[in-house]
């Protein structure tokens, strides 16, 4: 698992432009990890149809995490309709052979009731599952069900996981659980680490607790153009206000 989480760090360092190249010469994983970027908005404006696509190309590729990220997408009707009598079961499958993501992807599904009756109980096995397996994202999702379970201890423990795990989203989420109790300078902290990892969602989060703060509001829009760039409408709508 160590070999993973090594190498889904890695990609995540390099950057669209490159990924792209990769892509095109048929490097299956650099497709997906565009994909996954082009879907969350991380250092490029968010295109949920251009992240199908390349989804697809993955899963053709034979990735095991762009086929999860394939199956997911078409359960959630991004960027193409929805189909989850097609997609669970592709889900279910690729969790039972081992996929983390697609365990992480299936324990988010069922605990939104899509394409299945909400079950908490077997969202939260999972979720549990894939974060275990070196999933970020599935940390990060289990995470959000902790806090809507009221465990914020746990909530904590399980972001704080995702963000370590290369996770932009689960950094981002973290920023915006410590702004909620008020903790404004680690809510600063994994603002600015999402953001830098061009989570549009996290150089929101930080620009509006730098001008809120009167702490640099000049910084505090430029980050805000930069997520309004990237696709956050709430820093669009943040910024109108401004002006």
Do not use: W
């Not at 201890?153 to 704080?160: F, I």
């Not at 920023?175 to 830098?196: H, I, K, M, P, Q």
């Not at 669009?236 to 401004?242: F, P």
């Amino acid at each position: 698992m160590a070999s993973m989480i090594l190498a889904v760090l890695l990609l995540a360092a390099v950057s669209p432009a490159a990924l792209e190249k990769s892509c095109d010469a048929g490097d299956a994983a650099a497709c997906d990890e565009l994909g996954i970027r082009l879907r969350d908005g991380i250092g490029i404006r968010r295109d949920e149809a251009r992240a199908a696509d390349l989804f697809r190309k993955s899963c053709k590729g034979k990735d095991k995490g762009g086929c999860a990220d394939d199956a997911r997408a078409l359960a959630m009707g991004e960027g193409q309709d929805a189909d989850t009598h097609a997609a669970l079961p592709r889900l279910e499958h690729l969790c039972k052979a081992g996929s983390g993501r697609a365990c992480g992807h299936l324990g988010d599904l069922y605990a939104r009731g899509i394409g299945r009756p909400q079950d908490a109980a077997r969202a939260e096995d999972l979720l549990a599952k894939g974060c275990s397996e070196g999933d970020g994202r599935a940390c990060t999702s289990q995470s959000s069900f902790a806090l809507r379970m009221g465990n914020r201890k746990q909530a904590e423990a399980l972001g704080l996981r995702g963000c370590e795990l290369g996770d932009a989203a689960g950094c981002a989420q973290l920023g915006t659980f410590y702004a909620s109790s008020n903790d404004l300078l680690r809510a600063g902290v994994y603002y600015a680490r999402a953001c830098e990892q061009g989570s549009a969602r996290g150089c929101a989060g930080q620009g509006v607790l730098l001008i809120d703060g009167a702490i640099d509001p000049v910084r505090g829009r430029e980050l805000l153009q930069k997520a309004c760039d990237g696709g956050e409408e709430k820093a669009c709508d943040r910024l109108r206000n401004l002006k």
